[in-house]
């Protein structure tokens, strides 16, 4: 018989889960997790491994039927989505995994970055989004564009560095039904948005006059990242007094949806007791 991964389903020593990556040291993934099963009652073991896109297949290949699930980070999300045998729709749109659960019949692969932007997003008060600004044209804003779509946009404007960087985001764009428009970093840009999500690496230069033009012309800002804080454009933002907001609560609820996954199979059913666990999460990220 074929069975459906779920809670209940594999079988009963599928308990042991990790965060892989590399560099991995970094990861806030083991706490989060492990206050989520703290609450939910379950004996389940979480870890973090090192691993890059060279070791992956031969890593994952070596997993019993005591594994339960991974969480994916950079450099595996595309590797990831290679070796998922079906994958959810998220997924598909973006050709990034971070989530596979792992059963009988193969792993499945599961995008919760797009659904962990679009839940930081309503964290701030933002249910809809008609136009919006992405700054970065790599592989997050490519959930970034998803998220917008699931907002309602119909128009993004991408800031890159290069316009031909900007030409699969369009593809997915037409795809998705929302005009995707390239623009390049300038001090003095052109148009304005109600919201700016950005995808740059915490660490990436950028020229204070560009940050601020940005920023005057942003309206909201989510920044992806949440490890270097604050980042050059989030001190912009600061600077001309416009709301600005770290990627923790991305992180935090990408990590409730790949909850809901190891135990249910699936992204959008809630956890039992889920405002409790969010909390227990929520507290674990603040105290990590």
Known sequence: MRRQPGFGVLTGGARRLEVWGDPIDHSRSPAL?????????LDWTY????VDEASFAGELAGLDRTWRGLSLTMPLKTAAHRAAVRRDRRAELTGAVNTLLL????????????????AALADEGVQAAPTARIIGAGATATSALVALAELGAQRVEVVARRAGAVTELA?????????VVPAPFEDDPVTSAPLTIATLPGDASLAPRVARGLARTGGRLLDVVYGHWPTALSAAWDEVGAPASSGRGMLLHQAVRQVRIFTAGDPDVPLRDEPDVVAAM???????
Request: charge should be positive.
């Open 103 to 118: 059963g009988p019949d193969g792993p499945a692969g599961f995008n919760t970055d797009v659904g962990g932007i679009v």
């Open 282 to 288: 929520r507290s674990a990220l603040v105290e990590d």
């Open 33 to 41: 997790h492990a206050a989520a099963y703290r609450v939910l009652g």
């Open 47 to 50: 870890g973090r491994r090192r």
């Open 171 to 179: 593809r997915l764009g037409a795809v998705l039904g929302v005009a």
